[in-house]
């Protein structure tokens, strides 16, 4: 990786705080996303292909 590029070296005018809060949210999302992809599957598995 390039040296310039370290994710240590944030500018003025990015805010680090507010980039980690959207990747938590966007992860969190997935996960319960998934999860209810998941249930939706099984509940179909479950009560329309007996």
Avoid: C, P
């Avoid at 809060?21 to 509940?43: M, R």
């Amino acid at each position: 990786m390039n040296d310039q590029n370290d994710s240590h070296n944030w500018g003025d005018d990015m805010d680090r705080d507010e980039h980690e809060a959207t990747y938590d949210a966007f992860i969190n999302y997935s996960k319960w996303g998934s999860i209810a992809v998941a249930a939706i599957l099984l509940f179909l598995l479950v009560f329309v292909y007996q």
